[in-house]
T-cell receptor, first 112, second 114 residues
Framework: GQQVMQIPQYQHVQEGEDFTTYCNSS?????IQWYKQRPGGHPVFLIQ?????EVKKQKRLTFQFGEAKKNSSLHITATQTTDVGTYFC????????????FGKGTHLIIQP | ETGVTQTPRHLVMGMTNKKSLKCEQH?????MYWYKQSAKKPLELMFV???????ENNSVPSRFSPECPNSSHLFLHLHTLQPEDSALYLC?????????????FGPGTRLTVL
């Protein structure tokens, strides 16, 4: 079945440093979504990417979808304490028969 | 209430108990989902309902039984659970049953099976 791998599992950064998490799929994806889950909270939708090579920005967050539609990344510039949480990617392949397949997430820990 | 609500927020049950989790969405969506979130494992899709009909059942054990009486409510009936079923159970909804739609998650029910 479809697998979505996400690295790193944990990332410690100093406040103000940049952060990147990477998502790789075993199959070509039709689209990919990114979610953020704060400690003790629930996943909250951030963005969806659909097109090959697509790049989208939300303030300090930059999302990319690979040309082959098998990988994606989320980059945060100049992290702030409010960025703390777990970032998940979730992909859909083919006709979506397997539903959304989530990666294990990257836990972002920020040291002030 | 707005968004997606879940009750109870915490539940402790023995292996012989029967309990139910409730989810309600106030967004006018047509699809609802149950997910299981365990430590160190990816979020796992359990059930999908679109327009009150089940369209997905990812080989979930029969000790979990979903019910969707209408497009706003979703239940997960639990019976004879195992300790490994302890996890955060998340309900979500989306505008349609298409997985290309944004999913709105509820706060979850933290379940502990003794």
């Amino acid at each position: 079945g479809q697998q979505v791998m996400q690295i790193p599992q944990y990332q410690h950064v100093q406040e103000g440093e940049d952060f990147t998490t990477y998502c790789n799929s075993s199959t070509t994806l039709s689209n990919i979504q990114w979610y953020k889950q704060r400690p003790g909270g629930h996943p909250v939708f951030l963005i969806q990417l659909v097109k090959s090579g697509e790049v989208k920005k939300q303030k300090r967050l930059t999302f990319q979808f690979g040309e082959a539609k098998k990988n994606s990344s989320l980059h945060i510039t100049a992290t702030q304490t409010t960025d703390v949480g777990t970032y998940f990617c979730a992909g859909i392949s083919g006709g979506g028969a397997d539903g959304l397949t989530f990666g294990k997430g990257t836990h972002l820990i920020i040291q002030p | 209430e707005t968004g997606v609500t879940q009750t109870p927020r915490h539940l402790v049950m023995g292996m012989t108990n029967k309990k139910s989790l409730k989810c309600e969405q106030h967004l006018g969506h047509n699809a609802m989902y149950w997910y299981k979130q365990s430590a160190k494992k990816p979020l796992e899709l359990m059930f999908v309902y679109s327009l009150e009909e089940r369209v997905e059942n990812n080989s979930v054990p029969s000790r979990f039984s979903p019910e969707c009486p209408n497009s706003s409510h979703l239940f997960l009936h639990l019976h004879t659970l195992q300790p490994e079923d302890s996890a955060l159970y998340l309900c979500a909804s989306s505008r349609s049953g298409s997985f290309g739609d944004e999913q709105f998650f509820g706060p979850g029910t933290r379940l502990t099976v003794l």
